[in-house]
């Protein structure tokens, strides 16, 4: 496989377990996240965004908001994004 091959995304969502869950208000409605969006970004860091539902029910916009800065959440990215790559590595192919 050629190394100059370009991959413009690498992404993952993963589930925030729920003693790691918070809430956010966005145009004033309270959402509470549930997910995490990470990537990989070409310099080997990773990025994440949060996403959720609004607290009072129903499907709401699909928002972003920023990940706060708390070990146990930059745990919980680091941990995705090396079991991602587990099993990225293992993969078996198409079909």
């Known amino acids: 496989m050629s190394s100059d091959l370009e991959v413009s995304a690498l992404a993952i969502n993963v589930t925030i377990p729920q003693a ?7 145009r004033g409605e309270a959402f509470t996240l549930t997910t995490l969006n990470v990537r990989l970004l070409p310099d080997g860091r990773l990025a ?4 959720g539902r609004p607290v009072g029910g129903g499907r709401g916009a ?3 908001f920023p990940v706060p800065d708390k070990p146990e959440l930059a745990a919980l990215i680091a941990d995705a994004a090396s079991r991602a790559a587990v099993l990225w590595a293992a993969h078996r192919g198409l079909g």
């Open 20 to 26: 790691l869950r918070w809430t956010d208000t966005r």
């Open 48 to 51: 994440a965004k949060a996403y």
């Open 62 to 64: 699909y928002v972003s």
